[in-house]
């Protein structure tokens, strides 16, 4: 069976500094043979279909800076399977409000340099569902897909829910686990979930042989992926 490193949302530009670390490390810690980004790897923030902050960098600026970013993570895991967020489908849902059909555009890998990445809603890998996660909320999202696809499942999206969660019974046992993200939530692009007193969790799971582990990123003061021991 495969070991899987699960990636949580990390909205390019966007992202927490040193996650990227932080994975590379789980990836060598636990030997994972595979890599799955669970979705919205970049965040368009100036496509958005709400309203954008004013003190935001144009469309251009905050692409190209999105797009430095990507090629970090395209270089550190050259193959990944990408399950496609709200936010990396958000130049198609505009398209569409104009009437441009999708083969007008470009394929995700052209836009963002990731030649060796396979981007896709979905993917089953052992027997596990994995999927970004848009549509499912609460307090516990996986568990809800677990519910309605009747088999395991691996979320992102929801970047306060992290964890792990089984169900059995007298034949099988399942779970559902929410990964966590990597975002910054200081960022600018994030003002909208300020009044939330709830705050994002920086994490990311490995399912080892069919097994799921969600690891908390551990970056407060003094701690190995802290902001301070990074550029």
Known sequence: MSRVLAIGDTHNPWCRKGYLQFCLDLYDEWDCDKVVHMGDVNDHHNISFHETEPSSPGVMSEYEKAKAATKLWHDAFPRVKVCLGNHDLRVIRRAKTV??????????????????WKWAKSFVIDGVYYYHGTGQGGKYPSSNAVGKMLMSCVLGHNHTASGVKFFANPLHRIFACDTGCGIDDTAMAFNYVEENKQRSILSAAVIIDGIPYVE????????????????
């Open 99 to 116: 009437k441009i059909p999708e083969f007008f555009l470009k394929t995700h890998n052209q836009l963002w340099g990731t030649p060796g």
């Open 216 to 231: 908390p990123m551990p970056c407060g003061r003094g701690e190995r992926y802290h902001d301070s021991n990074f550029k």
